[in-house]
Structure formats: C-alpha cells, structure tokens
C-alpha cells in the first residue's frame, strides 16, 4: 500500500478516472443507442445491466493484467504483417465497431423515424444485450490498454474504473434522454464509434495513431456541436415568443408558397428547410394570394376578440318601435339589412327583439305597426368576452343570425353575424354604397379606416406582428390612439412595424381615416 503515499499515484488515479469517463461515455452513449430498441419498460434494465457487464469486464481484464501484457507478443507473422492477440483482438473490435456505427448511422439517415408512434416491432432483450456485451468488451479493452500504459499500480487502475464506472451510472438517465431529445448528437456520436473503430484496426495492422489525435477531432467536434445545440435552442426560444397558432399559420403559409412580409425577420431568418420545398411545391400547385389569406384568416380565427369584427354602435342601424309608421318604413326601404334590432324610446340599450326587414315592411303595410309577437324574436345578447368560436356556435343555434355584443354592465356595444366571422376569414363583402376599409392607392400604400380590425389590415399589409401590436385595442383607431396617448390632429403620423401611419380625418372623438404607407417595400407575392 505504498503507493497511497506517492503523489503521483494520487495525479494518476485523478488523471484515469477523466479519461475513464471520457473512454466510457462512449460506451454509455452507444449502450443507449442499442437500448432505444428495446420496449420503453425493458430500456433501464438494460442500461444498468450493460453497465453493470463493463464495470465486472474490466474489473476481470484489470486482474488478468499479467496476462494482457504478455498479449503484446507476435502470434502470427506474414512478410511486413506481424500480429499478436492483442493486435487480432483490436482488429476485431475495430472491424466490429465500423460495421455497427455503419449500420446504425444508414438507419439514422434514410430518413425514417423509428422511434415514432408507427413502431410496433421491439429488438429481442437478449440480442440487444449479446450486442451490449461485445461492445463492453471492446470499449473495455482500450479503456484497459490506456490504463495499463498510464498507471503501474493495480489498486490504482482499479479504483480509477470503479469511480468512472459509479460516475457513469449515476448519469445513465440524464445523458439518455439528452440523446433521444436530440438526434443530431446520436449522429455525431455514431461519428465517434467510426473514428475510434477505424483508430483500433490502425493499432492492430501495426499503425500506431497517437491518441492525442483521436481525442482532438473529437473534442473539436462536441465544441461544434455544442454551438449547433445552443443555435437551436435560441431559435425555439425566440420562436416560443409567437403564439402557436400563428407559427402554424406560418408553417402552413409557407408550405403554401407564402411568406409573408417581415416574417423572416421574425423568425430569426432561419425558416425551416421544409418551408423552402414546401413553398416549391406549393407554387407549382397554384396557390394563390387569396387562399393564403383564407388559410390565414381560419388559422387566426380564435385568437380575434369578437370586438374586432363586429360593427360598433355607432354605425349599428336599429328601429325605434316608437317611432310613427311613415319614418320606419323610409328606414326599412333606405338600408340594405336583412335583419334589425328593434327598440323601445331607450335607445339601442332597450332592444326588444330583432326582426326581418320583410316581416317588419309586412306588419307597417297590412297593421300599420309592428307586430311584437309575431313578427320579433327574442334577441341574441353575448358578452364582449366571448371567443369568435363560442360565437359560431351561438349564432348557429339562434333563429335570428344576429348577435348583439354588452360589455359587463349591459351596455350595446356593437352587432356581429354570420357575415361578419366570413369576413374574418375571407375578407370585406361591402354593402352597396360602402367604401372598403382598406383601399389600396398604390404600391405599398393604402387608405384605411380607422375602425379596421387589426386583423384585416395585417392581412392587407402583409405584416403580421401588427396584429399583436396593440395592448387592449382592436382597431387601427383604437392602436393609433395607444401610441399618440392623446386624440391626434390630422397631419400627425407614427412609424410602427416598417409601416408610417399618418392621420388623414378625425370624427368627432374617434380617428376616421388614416393613411398608411410602407417605409421598406416588401417581397412580391409568390405567381399565382
């Protein structure tokens, strides 16, 4: 026990227990390799049995160290060929090492997730453990070669092993599911089994590589890894930043053959290589502007708050019940509806019902008035909270296909139908005598009304962060009045997202119209 005193036994046994858990992260790594094809249930056992095999292997191999030396002798001479066991062993190892790492990298890279859900058929345990076994072994025997030409003393050797091998264990779970969660590092290591299969056939044809080599490619090569590693997780990390709904809408704008303005900033520059085949194809196919928009308006559909599609109070028309027969009728003549609100002397507050405008003209002309019962149904009264799908499946269910919007304290905000969730998705069906919300005046310029949901103009402008651009707003009206803080004068204009807004009329106390221009022309849209 002399040498517990000698500290260059302590270095030594310090530097083989590094380089014992650099040599054996291999083996664990390839271990998990071959465990991954085994039942989920069965995968721990045989972690822990094949490292359980390495330690007792190389415990045995360490004892039989008078031996191993003695493998250093020439067995087999053939002209410039001389080979002793340990040579033939190290070919072996090599050779076996190469057609594993072969193997498993061409099933990694034809492309087929056999790992998936679709994979129904397990390796047997006791094939994949033979395999486990012949692995330890190789990996086993340079680990020991490396220590025995490292450390004279036995004790030594041994503890260093067992340290690195308690290591190792301890590790198993956290390393595993680190490989399974990135594919790229199975690759790499596979890499690994490559180099080191072709470094042991070198040793043993008698082309001796010095180690310091080896352990240079590799080291370099995890350095690489690594930035590849922390690339992509600040790519998921920004990404995770923008609602999934709008990631797929993106992915499937993409796969489309669309890319929206200002998107690749958004997405760091880096779209996924799937996008670019995707957005090939998709051009072949024909895809227009138009369905792209489409697909846009239903993937985004229930992020939209039903505010920023119904048409606000203001520009709601109702019916006075009160009011005499000759003014109800110059109204039910002068608008286009099909469908109104019928009101008491209170005002829009005070509905009633809603009635059609056929059924309402028939009761003035045949009564004289307007038939309560008969002609008014109960109205459709839904908070200002309601999500647009919520929405659908009340108006579905109502008689009269119109819905009338409260805030909590029971005040009429506004009035959304049918037509207004299609118009979500599909864009402006104006009324005759209706200007669009969004007219376009020219390359990368449009005039705007100030009560467009931010939706609708995203879309028209090609720049979809506008649509998160507001806090609690859901028009254009409502954004610009958060960013001035103040009702502006006409003239006064602000740059948000590549676009300047400029106010070009304000009505009474809301923005009425707005001119809205490109500072950065966009991409051209893909042909049709």
Same mark, same amino acid.
């Given at each position: 026990?002399?040498?517990?005193?000698?500290?260059?036994?302590?270095?030594?046994?310090?530097?083989?227990?590094?380089?014992?858990?650099?040599?054996?992260?291999?083996?664990?790594?390839?271990?998990?390799?071959?465990?991954? $094809?085994?039942?989920?249930?069965?995968?721990?056992?045989?972690?822990?049995?094949?490292?359980? %095999?390495?330690?007792?292997?190389?415990?045995?191999?360490?004892?039989?160290?008078?031996?191993?030396?003695?493998?250093?002798?020439?067995?087999?001479?053939?002209?410039?060929?001389?080979?002793?066991?340990?040579?033939?062993?190290?070919?072996?190892?090599?050779?076996?090492?190469?057609?594993?790492?072969?193997?498993?990298?061409?099933?990694?890279?034809?492309?087929?997730?056999?790992?998936?859900?679709?994979? $129904?058929?397990?390796?047997?345990?006791?094939?994949?453990?033979?395999?486990?076994?012949?692995?330890?072994?190789?990996?086993?025997?340079?680990?020991?070669?490396?220590?025995?030409?490292?450390?004279?003393?036995?004790?030594?050797?041994?503890?260093?092993?067992?340290?690195?091998?308690?290591?190792?264990?301890?590790?198993?779970?956290?390393?595993?599911?680190?490989?399974?969660?990135?594919?790229?590092?199975?690759?790499?290591?596979?890499?690994?089994?490559?180099?080191?299969?072709?470094? %042991?056939?070198?040793?043993?044809?008698?082309?001796?590589?010095? $180690?310091?080599?080896?352990?240079?490619?590799?080291?370099?090569?995890?350095?690489?890894?690594?930035?590849?590693?922390?690339?992509?997780?600040?790519?998921?990390?920004?990404?995770?930043?923008?609602?999934?709904?709008?990631?797929?809408?993106?992915?499937?704008?993409?796969?489309?053959?669309?890319?929206?303005?200002?998107?690749?900033?958004?997405?760091?520059?880096?779209?996924?290589?799937?996008?670019?085949?995707?957005?090939?194809?998709?051009?072949?196919?024909?895809?227009?502007?138009?369905?792209?928009?489409?697909?846009?308006?239903?993937?985004?559909?229930?992020?939209?708050?039903?505010?920023?599609?119904?048409?606000?109070?203001?520009?709601?028309?109702?019916?006075?019940?009160?009011?005499? $027969?000759?003014?109800?009728?110059?109204?039910?003549?002068?608008?286009?509806?099909?469908?109104?609100?019928?009101?008491?002397?209170?005002?829009?507050?005070?509905?009633?019902?809603?009635?059609?405008?056929?059924?309402?003209?028939?009761?003035?002309?045949?009564?004289?008035?307007?038939?309560?019962?008969?002609?008014l149904q109960p109205p459709l009264i839904v908070p200002e909270t309601v999500s647009i799908l919520r929405l659908m499946e009340n108006l579905r269910r109502s008689r009269?296909?119109?819905?009338?919007?409260?805030?909590?304290?029971?005040?009429?905000?506004?009035?959304?139908?049918?037509?207004? /969730?299609?118009?979500?998705?599909?864009?402006?069906?104006?009324?005759?005598?209706?200007?669009?919300?969004?007219?376009?005046?020219?390359?990368?310029?449009?005039?705007?009304?100030?009560?467009?949901?931010?939706?609708?103009?995203?879309?028209?402008?090609?720049?979809?962060?506008?649509?998160?651009?507001?806090?609690?707003?859901?028009?254009?009206?409502?954004?610009?009045?958060?960013?001035?803080?103040?009702?502006?004068?006409?003239?006064?204009?602000?740059?948000?997202?590549?676009?300047?807004?400029?106010?070009?009329?304000?009505?009474?106390?809301?923005?009425?119209? /707005?001119?809205?221009?490109?500072?950065?022309?966009?991409?051209?849209?893909?042909?049709?």
């Amino acid at each position: 026990m002399e040498w517990l005193s000698d500290p260059s036994a302590w270095a030594g046994l310090l530097t083989l227990v590094v380089l014992e858990i650099v040599l054996g992260i291999d083996n664990l790594v390839f271990i998990a390799i071959l465990a991954d $094809k085994l039942p989920p249930h069965q995968r721990d056992r045989a972690r822990m049995i094949g490292l359980s %095999l390495a330690l007792v292997l190389r415990l045995c191999l360490l004892a039989a160290i008078a031996h191993l030396v003695r493998l250093t002798a020439p067995v087999f001479e053939w002209g410039w060929l001389s080979l002793s066991w340990r040579d033939m062993i190290l070919l072996a190892g090599g050779i076996f090492l190469l057609w594993k790492a072969t193997t498993e990298l061409h099933e990694r890279l034809e492309g087929v997730d056999h790992s998936g859900p679709e994979r $129904k058929e397990h390796a047997a345990f006791g094939v994949v453990l033979v395999q486990i076994v012949a692995l330890d072994a190789v990996f086993s025997l340079d680990s020991i070669i490396t220590a025995v030409g490292m450390v004279q003393h036995l004790p030594v050797m041994m503890a260093a092993v067992v340290i690195a091998m308690a290591v190792m264990m301890l590790a198993s779970r956290p390393l595993t599911a680190f490989v399974n969660r990135h594919p790229t590092v199975v690759v790499l290591c596979l890499s690994f089994l490559l180099m080191i299969g072709l470094s %042991l056939v070198a040793d043993g044809m008698g082309f001796h590589m010095p $180690k310091g080599y080896l352990y240079a490619a590799i080291g370099f090569s995890i350095l690489i890894e690594f930035f590849n590693q922390w690339r992509l997780r600040n790519i998921a990390r920004h990404a995770a930043r923008i609602p999934l709904r709008e990631r797929t809408a993106r992915t499937v704008l993409r796969l489309l053959g669309g890319q929206e303005a200002g998107s690749a900033g958004a997405s760091g520059g880096h779209p996924p290589a799937s996008g670019s085949a995707g957005a090939g194809a998709a051009q072949h196919a024909g895809f227009r502007q138009e369905e792209r928009a489409m697909v846009r308006g239903v993937l985004s559909l229930a992020e939209q708050s039903v505010l920023s599609i119904m048409t606000p109070r203001s520009d709601v028309d109702w019916l006075d019940i009160s009011q005499d $027969k000759a003014s109800l009728y110059r109204q039910l003549q002068a608008q286009p509806h099909g469908l109104f609100p019928v009101c008491d002397r209170g005002g829009l507050d005070a509905v009633i019902g809603v009635g059609r405008a056929k059924d309402l003209m028939a009761d003035l002309i045949g009564r004289g008035t307007i038939d309560r019962h008969q002609s008014l149904q109960p109205p459709l009264i839904v908070p200002e909270t309601v999500s647009i799908l919520r929405l659908m499946e009340n108006l579905r269910r109502s008689r009269n296909h119109l819905a009338l919007v409260s805030d909590e304290y029971g005040t009429i905000l506004g009035l959304v139908t049918p037509m207004d /969730v299609l118009e979500a998705i599909a864009g402006e069906f104006p009324d005759a005598g209706e200007d669009l919300l969004v007219q376009p005046m020219g390359p990368d310029r449009w005039r705007v009304d100030g009560l467009v949901d931010l939706h609708t103009l995203a879309r028209a402008v090609r720049v979809e962060r506008l649509a998160r651009s507001a806090q609690d707003a859901s028009t254009l009206g409502g954004l610009l009045l958060e960013q001035f803080g103040e009702l502006p004068e006409p003239g006064r204009a602000t740059v948000l997202h590549g676009l300047r807004f400029e106010v070009i009329a304000v009505d009474g106390r809301r923005i009425a119209r /707005v001119d809205v221009r490109r500072d950065t022309p966009a991409a051209p849209a893909p042909p049709a």
